[in-house]
């Protein structure tokens, strides 16, 4: 049921330009409840994506340290 319901609202967003107007003016608000709205799996697929990323960053970070 969560699935469908992510699914519905993500639809909404390319069928309705006043949403994507919504979720413009107020990221946040549209951030937060759509991963709330995400499986627990799912949020922790999101969680290690973002650690991995800051991982990479920090690493590339610290090489460009290095040149400089």
């Not at 390319?14 to 627990?40: E, R």
């Amino acid at each position: 049921m969560e699935t469908s319901q992510v699914q519905n609202k993500l639809a909404d967003l390319i069928k309705n330009p006043t949403a994507i107007m919504d979720a413009v003016k107020n990221p946040g608000k549209f951030g937060l409840d759509y991963y709330n709205s995400l499986s627990n799996r799912n949020k922790q697929y999101l969680v290690f994506a973002g650690a991995a990323g800051l991982l990479i960053y920090g690493i590339i970070l610290g090489r460009q340290n290095k040149i400089s």
